[in-house]
């Protein structure tokens, strides 16, 4: 149904009586196949097994879909949503009109909408990642081994930010695709160049000669202020817990802080190292 309001017009998505009628699926049953399947991709275990992923956030989605980089399946709405952009509901629209829009039950939407977004979700494929060779990219190649989602996603965010054209996960890191990580990376994941990376504890004997090309993030490094980034790298960040291998850290740089402070995050560190190298490139 459509509302005038001024020079808007919008448009609201519900659960009708006559099922038939209502523009899309409806979904009012916590036993429905399609709700179970989507709550399961809350988790980098969910999204693995299914090889899908759950993306929230209006801007991010519309980016999604006016890029078409992703296959994407399925737009869920829940029921009594209104929507007065143009262009969502021209998308939504769309997802409509090839039975790929989900109005769902307004209860069930909130389990499976983490973010409180309350606006459309967009369910896709998983897209695929390849498999790095090992080799560097011009200037800074990242090993990212966060296992937090949302430090995967800030890092990425970053690194795309400061012109970072080849960023490897590794075997230990969060899925780049788990919601936390889409969130904070702002949709930064289905753009980046994304490569899937060996373990962080197999790297010491699968570089062997190359362990001079690695620069490690590491509080007993070289001041950052006076190190200068080789032409061509591969960038590691610390990590909590047991930390680097010791074979990883010959060539480190440091973030020196106050006294008062032991550490930093580890993605605002691996910003901050990411803009002196910025700033050092001559291409910048």
Wanted: proline share 6%.
């Amino acid at each position: 149904m459509y509302v005038k309001e001024s020079a808007v017009t919008s448009k609201t998505y519900a659960i009708l009586k006559d099922l038939t009628a209502t523009a899309g699926t409806p979904i009012s049953s916590a036993e429905n196949k399609n709700f179970k399947k989507l709550k399961r991709l809350s988790s980098g275990e969910g999204i693995r097994k299914s090889g899908s992923l759950l993306i929230s956030g209006k801007k991010i989605i519309k980016e999604v879909l006016s890029r078409r980089n992703i296959p994407v399946r399925e737009m869920i709405v829940h029921d009594g949503y209104t929507e007065d952009d143009d262009a969502m509901n021209s998308f939504i629209n769309e997802f409509a009109g090839r039975d790929s829009l989900l109005v769902m039950k307004k209860s069930l939407f909130n389990e499976i909408d983490q973010f409180n977004t309350r606006g459309p979700l967009l369910a896709a494929d998983l897209p695929d990642i390849r498999e790095w060779n090992l080799d560097m990219g011009p200037g800074c190649t990242l090993l990212i081994p966060f296992q937090d989602p949302a430090n995967v996603g800030s890092a990425i965010r970053s690194a795309a930010g400061f012109g970072v054209e080849k960023i490897i996960m590794l075997k230990e890191a969060a899925s780049p695709y788990h919601p936390k990580s889409i969130r904070a990376s702002a949709g930064t994941v289905f753009y980046a160049s994304l490569e899937k990376g060996p373990s962080l504890y197999d790297l010491p004997d699968l570089f062997q000669r190359r362990l001079s090309n690695v620069v490690a993030l590491d509080k007993g490094g070289t001041p950052l202020a006076s190190f200068k980034f080789p032409a061509r790298f591969i960038l590691l960040p610390g990590i909590e817990g047991p930390g680097l291998p010791e074979a990883l850290k010959a060539q480190s740089v440091s973030i020196p802080l106050s006294s008062d402070v032991e550490s930093l995050n580890a993605t605002a560190a691996l910003s901050i190292a990411l803009y002196e190298w910025s700033r050092q490139s001559p291409s910048n």
